[in-house]
């Protein structure tokens, strides 16, 4: 059974980075499209960045883009976000997940795999 494990969150001031890690076992990552998820208590879970199978297709949301990068490092089987310029509306537990093996998902229904979160807080 796959498995995400998610680290790398912490508290850190406005302005601050952070990189996160999603470490995955039973599931080549090589092989599956990897996503980046946020929810803040209260709030529905939303989307930040995606990378395709093949590592070469990266799509993020609004409320990241330029600030944030995906990346994944197959050897390891880990993929990573980077996240610059923090804001306070940042905060939130993030998640990684994986969808279906060689597919494109589109939303967070299309993701069959889930880590447990990592926290991240970002203060003003």
């Known amino acids: 059974q796959a498995q995400l494990v998610e680290s790398g969150g912490g508290l850190v001031q406005a302005g601050g980075s952070l990189r996160l890690s999603c470490a995955a076992s039973?599931?080549?990552?090589?092989?599956?499209?990897v996503g980046w998820f946020r929810q803040a208590p209260g709030k529905e879970r939303e989307f930040v960045a995606r990378?395709?199978?093949?590592?070469?297709?990266?799509t993020y949301a609004d409320s990241v883009k330029d600030r944030f990068t995906i990346s994944k490092d197959n050897a390891k089987n880990t993929v990573y976000l980077q996240m610059n310029s923090l804001k306070p509306e940042d905060t939130a537990v993030y998640y990684c997940?994986?969808?279906?093996?060689?597919?494109?998902?589109?939303?967070?229904?299309?993701?069959?795999?889930w880590g447990q979160g990592t926290q991240v807080t970002v203060s003003s």
């Open positions: 039973g599931r080549t990552f090589s092989n599956y499209p």
């Open positions: 990378i395709g199978w093949t590592g070469r297709s990266t």
């Open positions: 997940a994986s969808a279906g093996r060689f597919t494109v998902p589109t939303t967070r229904y299309d993701y069959d795999t």
